[in-house]
């Protein structure tokens, strides 16, 4: 504890005497100040034991002291001793009860007592007290340090919550919360999310003090690890401030959680590459030699349907697939299941790129598969909301997934994916399932560019015709096609003669120079219609 004017007052050496504020002895002494200005408060920071002689104060004045004294208060000065035998042989009146009005501790300073005395009496208690806040401080690193390698971060809450009297809570990357200790405090530490989401948005490290849920408590957050986006949080929930011993515990908590994340970052790496090994079996179509070189690492995944999810993009501020991986891991680590996830592209050894593309195998039906649908559904509306162009920004993913799948079929639930993330981003779309692009219709694949284009040079000879007035081939051509090239049915349709059907459909065959008994031509020549009606 640091000194109190209590302490001082008990101090044997230093025979002072409590003339007024008997009932805020318990306040700290932050230092012990001399100064006979007649206005110090300038020079004060408050917390101060102020001792004078009142050489230069009419102490005798209770106008003067009235002043004096609610200056003194005003500056957060904890205390005053005046020293008697001086300048007055004992504390004017005036002083004394100005002291007992406004609460101010007023001591009485014999002449045999130096004021050097005093201030070094407040200097050592001080520096003794910080001694005992180092020594615990060290005393709660070796503790924190012994649980967090016998039980791991779990212990390591439970040692650090019981060492600042409150409790302390982990949360992984997508500030879910992972532990908490004591056990109580779960409910607590979930409805701070929304803090932790805030502070991961700034660069590790960070800290913030928020006020806990209903005001109960005061909340401390720090984030965790070393890279360019942190990789957990700590949140540390206490009554009051925290003392220098507390602040020792906390420091030696956030530095051995770190060290805890950089290894698992370290074991993580190895599990990619272990994990882009056993892809490059699956889609080699040896489902056996990636069960052996998997092990257990990924759990029952390639003995499950899974689903194949191919991810791109590229953004020089924002990590979008980083931030897609996070959000499927985390989904997958609560709920249990596992996952494998393989980033490619130039991110470096430590991670200092963002990767161009990921690849990842997760359990159908799967808490991760789910939050891969709500991630890309959250980052449509937000495009949504922000009346974005068509188009996404370089710094959002493009997603696709494939039907569900067994290991044998990995090499072709991997071209689902990629089929599907190729029309995701023709359609400037964030996400799309293969599945989609089965039940659903073949026009809206037509509505490219380049598919526009072709249908355009294969037909434009045709509308420069009908262009002259010298026939209608477009129309007729669409009318046969669309009767499978039954004379009559279309004739009927267009209200001409067959026989002028088969005349259009000669010329049609001229212009083009091509023959409409050829199954391709006449398919072709349907989807640049279809192609160009979609257009219109």
Request: proline share 6%; glycine share 10%.
């Amino acid at each position: 504890m640091p000194p109190t004017l209590a302490s001082l007052v008990h101090h044997s050496a230093l025979k002072l005497t409590v003339r007024a504020g008997e009932d805020r002895l318990d306040v700290p002494v932050r230092w012990a100040h001399v100064s006979e200005l007649a206005d110090p408060v300038p020079y004060m920071e408050g917390g101060e034991l102020l001792l004078i002689t009142a050489l230069k104060l009419d102490a005798e004045d209770p106008k003067a002291m009235r002043r004096y004294v609610k200056r003194l208060v005003g500056a957060g000065v904890v205390g005053l001793g005046f020293a008697v035998g001086v300048n007055y042989d004992e504390i004017p009146e005036a002083l004394v009860d100005t002291a007992a009005e406004e609460g101010l501790p007023l001591l009485e300073v014999p002449r045999r007592t130096p004021f050097l005395a005093i201030s070094k009496a407040v200097s050592a208690a001080i520096a003794a007290d910080q001694y005992r806040s180092v020594t615990a401080g060290f005393a709660a690193q070796r503790e924190l340090t012994r649980q967090a390698l016998a039980d791991g971060p779990e212990g390591l809450l439970a040692a650090l919550a019981s060492q600042v009297d409150g409790w302390a809570a982990l949360y992984d990357t997508s500030g879910a919360v992972v532990a908490t200790a004591p056990e109580w405090a779960g409910r607590r530490a979930a409805r701070l999310t929304a803090d932790v989401e805030r502070l991961r948005e700034r660069p590790a490290p960070a800290s913030s003090v928020v006020g806990g849920p209903d005001n109960e408590d005061r909340v401390e957050l720090h984030s965790l690890g070393t890279g360019r986006r942190p990789k957990a949080a700590l949140a540390v929930g206490t009554a009051a401030a925290l003392g220098t011993a507390e602040r020792y515990a906390v420091h030696s908590a956030i530095a051995l959680l770190t060290l805890t994340t950089e290894r698992s970052r370290s074991l993580q790496a190895a599990e990619q590459r272990i994990g882009a090994a056993v892809l490059r079996m699956l889609l080699a179509g040896q489902p056996d030699h990636a069960r052996a070189v998997a092990g257990d690492l990924f759990g029952g995944l390639l003995d499950a349907p899974f689903r194949v999810i191919v991810g791109e993009g590229t953004g020089a501020d924002r990590d979008p697939l980083g931030g897609l991986a996070e959000v499927m891991e985390s989904a997958a680590a609560r709920s249990g299941e596992a996952v494998l996830v393989v980033p490619e592209g130039p991110q470096g050894p430590q991670g200092s790129h963002p990767p161009e593309r990921l690849v990842v195998l997760a359990v159908d039906g799967g808490a991760a598969v789910e939050a891969c649908r709500e991630y890309a559904a959250a980052l449509e509306a937000e495009r949504a909301s922000a009346d974005v162009q068509e188009q996404g920004g370089d710094d959002e993913p493009v997603v696709g997934l494939s039907a569900p799948a067994g290991p044998i079929a990995a090499a072709a639930a991997y071209k689902q994916a990629e089929q599907a993330l190729s029309v995701a981003r023709r359609r400037g779309r964030v996400f799309v399932e293969h599945e989609q692009l089965a039940a659903g219709s073949v026009l809206p694949l037509l509505a490219d560019d380049a598919v526009r284009a072709f249908a355009d040079g294969l037909l434009r000879p045709l509308s420069e015709h009908d262009a002259t007035g010298r026939g209608d081939l477009v129309a007729s051509l669409r009318a046969w096609l669309s009767r499978h090239g039954q004379w009559d049915a279309a004739a009927a349709d267009l209200g001409v003669h067959r026989h002028t059907l088969r005349y259009r459909m000669r010329r049609v065959e001229e212009i083009l120079g091509r023959s409409l008994d050829d199954p391709d031509v006449r398919m072709e020549l349907w989807l640049a219609l279809k192609a160009t009606a979609a257009a219109e």
